[in-house]
């Protein structure tokens, strides 16, 4: 069984930072992208970003380029989304996803393992 839990989502002011947490527990994904993904009511779930447990690649949606980073730690097998200049558009629920499957990393439908997400809110 796999377990994702996120954590540091809140309420911040338009240019201000968050940081996310996601732990992981219940098995290795060496080899296997981990994802974070955005939400918002009444919208598709959105890629922001990913990065391979192997050799730490990472990818990221245009909008979030240069203003998120994803990390992660091997050994306490945990995923980070470092959130800087943050707009209001950012606001969303926030989801780490796991892949365990496949080497695919940017749509909902590769990741077979999500976490119960973190509201992110971001006032003007």
């Known amino acids: 069984q796999v377990q994702l839990v996120e954590s540091g989502g809140g309420l911040v002011q338009a240019g201000g930072s968050l940081r996310l947490s996601c732990a992981a527990a219940g098995r290795t994904f060496r080899g296997y992208p981990m994802g974070w993904f955005r939400q918002v009511p009444g919208k598709e779930r959105e890629f922001v970003a990913a990065?391979?447990?192997?050799?730490?690649?990472?990818t990221y949606t245009d909008s979030v380029k240069g203003r998120f980073t994803i990390s992660r730690d091997v050994a306490k097998n945990m995923v980070y989304l470092q959130m800087n200049s943050l707009k209001p558009e950012d606001t969303a629920v926030y989801y780490c996803a796991a892949n365990t499957k496949t080497t695919g990393w940017t749509t909902p439908h590769e990741y077979d393992y999500w976490g119960q997400g973190t509201q992110v809110t971001v006032s003007s």
């Open positions: 990065i391979r447990w192997s050799d730490g690649r990472t």
